[in-house]
């Protein structure tokens, strides 16, 4: 079986709809969030959050933000204030539910600190030129329930990415994501990389926080649906996770965070929360080589490079 087989993006998506009502424990790592961000945010944001890192930490102000998987919102709302007026935050989610959850307090929110400046669309992650919604509102005025009603649905879609694309080439400052990445199918990993590429400005870089590994997990594991959508079996190895940036096009590698312990164990296996910094390349720029991923958070004797 792989991970189309195991259909991924079902167990991933009624599990979060799940926890975006009620708490799960068992979908997030302890994250110590600085408190002044969370004074705007109502207890329900705070208790539905499943992560891994605090990319937010690392943004400034003015920056313009995509936030990959923002489910119920709390990264986005935290970045809001960090980015300020002058500064955007975008999120992009797949769950009706989380989506819901996180639309629910904008304008409270908004309110509190001052400005609103988040919008949250319903998109993949690793298709980040197709806007969900506006798919859907095709479909329900033109369903489509045979093979030429498909084809022209498909035509449609192509047309929404190049005509109107959710999210624009070379648009963002910072592509954030907190232990998401780890949820997209093996399939479809190569576009998801080349997608947070294609997004960011030139200059522009990742702050990713997610679930890597010590050694890539066997297919068995990989199988079990309560282990893929609990951030275990989609993990990445953590040299992989390093590659993938690197043959995506981007230039610099830091790693800013890594669990010294591992979050969970599983058939020896440890599984830990890193957050890793990853440049796009300026044109007329170039790296002395490319494929090394730089770490300079970390010693030379370190395991974490």
């Avoid at 955007?88 to 959850?101: A, K």
């Amino acid at each position: 079986m792989n991970s189309s087989e195991l259909n991924v993006e079902k167990a991933v998506d009624g599990r979060y709809s799940a926890a975006s009502k009620e708490m799960e424990p068992e979908l997030c790592c302890p994250v110590n969030y600085d408190d002044q961000w969370l004074q705007v945010l109502p207890e329900e944001l705070i208790r539905r959050d499943y992560g891994c890192g605090d990319p937010a930490r690392h943004l400034v102000a003015g920056d313009h933000v995509l936030d990959l998987g923002s489910g119920g919102g709390k990264i986005c709302y935290i970045a809001s204030q960090v980015v300020g007026p002058q500064g955007h935050v975008t999120g992009v989610d797949v769950n009706d539910d989380m989506l819901t959850l996180a639309r629910q307090y904008q304008g409270e929110i908004a309110q509190r600190i001052g400005w609103d400046n988040v919008a949250f669309h319903k998109g993949r992650i690793q298709d980040l030129q197709l806007d969900l919604e506006q798919m859907e509102s095709y479909l329900q005025q033109a369903p489509a329930n045979d093979a030429n009603s498909w084809q022209d649905a498909q035509q449609h879609a192509d047309q929404l990415r190049r005509q109107s694309p959710m999210i624009a080439t070379n648009t963002m400052d910072v592509v954030v994501s907190n232990c998401v990445l780890n949820l997209v199918k093996h399939e479809d990993r190569l576009a998801l990389f080349d997608e947070i590429y294609r997004v960011l400005k030139p200059g522009g870089r990742a702050v990713i926080s997610d679930i890597v590994c010590d050694t890539p997990v066997p297919q068995h594991l990989q199988d079990d649906p309560t282990l893929w959508s609990g951030c275990i079996s989609g993990a990445f190895e953590q040299t992989a996770f390093l590659t993938a940036f690197s043959n995506a096009g981007f230039l610099a590698l830091e790693i800013l965070e890594r669990q010294a312990e591992p979050w969970k164990i599983v058939e020896g296996i440890g599984f830990r929360s890193l957050t890793l910094r990853a440049w796009k390349e300026i044109p007329g720029q170039s790296s002395a080589d490319p494929s090394l991923p730089v770490s300079p958070c970390c010693e030379p004797s370190s395991d974490c490079c």
